[in-house]
């Protein structure tokens, strides 16, 4: 079965300083789809970024950029000149092949002011 | 523009009762997903809804149910409630079917639900 693993319960990051998240994607698929999602204690969900597996670059969207390794089926998420608004969960997300999103356990982010 | 809206925020309910839960996609948004999330199980997927026709279906058992109407609303059922229902259920809309490739899904703030 599918499986997305994000090793990173929780991280401490010092307000300023990057942050990089950790998501792989174990799949048998060659075509697939990984997404990074900001949940704040709202609840709400929010799309950071995206990455094809076909992409040829790697994807960035404003302070967010993905480290795509295609061998491993990596995505990890860097966040840049981390903000005290950065802190949340943040789920790694990929898309199987009936297009439905397997979902990562989350990294509770923390930005220390 | 308007983003998902869900109604209601909060819901207690009892063992034994149904819920039904709304959902409000995005103007000209015609996909509505849900999704249930639990401390335990994590994020799952329940279902898609997409021109009022059901598209995809997660590993629920059958007292979960939806619809979508013709102006794109969805609502969600759930019957004979249990315990382990209690979660946060989370609606999240695209302008075109889930089977499409890159689809991103704007979410709602969710509906918690708590089954006592």
């Known amino acids: 079965a599918q499986k997305i693993t994000q090793t990173q319960p929780g991280m401490f990051v010092q307000e300023k300083e990057a942050v990089t998240l950790d998501c792989t994607y174990d799949t048998s698929d060659q075509s697939y789809g990984l997404f990074w999602y900001k949940q704040p204690s709202s609840g709400e969900m929010i799309f950071l970024i995206y990455q094809g597996s076909y992409d040829e670059q790697n994807a960035t969207e404003g302070r967010y950029s993905l480290n795509f390794q295609k061998a491993r089926k990596s995505a990890n998420l860097v966040i840049s000149a981390s903000q005290l608004g950065d802190s949340a969960m943040y789920f790694c997300?990929?898309?199987?092949?009936?297009?439905?999103?397997?979902w990562g356990a989350g990294t509770k982010l923390i930005i220390k002011p | 523009k308007a983003g998902v809206t869900q109604t209601p925020r909060y819901l207690i309910k009892t063992r034994g009762q149904q819920v039904t839960l709304s959902c409000s996609p995005i103007s000209g948004h015609r996909s509505v997903s849900w999704y249930q999330q639990t401390p335990g199980q994590g994020l799952q997927f329940l279902f898609e809804y997409f021109s009022e026709t059901q598209r995809n279906k997660g590993n629920f058992p059958g007292r979960f149910s939806g619809r979508q109407f013709s102006n794109s609303r969805s609502e969600m059922n759930v019957s004979t409630l249990e315990l382990g229902d209690s979660a946060l259920y989370l609606c999240?809309?695209?302008?075109?079917?889930?089977?499409?490739?890159?689809?991103?899904?704007?979410f709602g703030p969710g509906t918690r639900l708590t089954v006592l």
């Open positions: 999240a809309s695209s302008p075109f079917s889930l089977a499409s490739s890159y689809n991103e899904q704007f």
């Open positions: 997300a990929g898309e199987d092949s009936n297009y439905q999103l397997i």
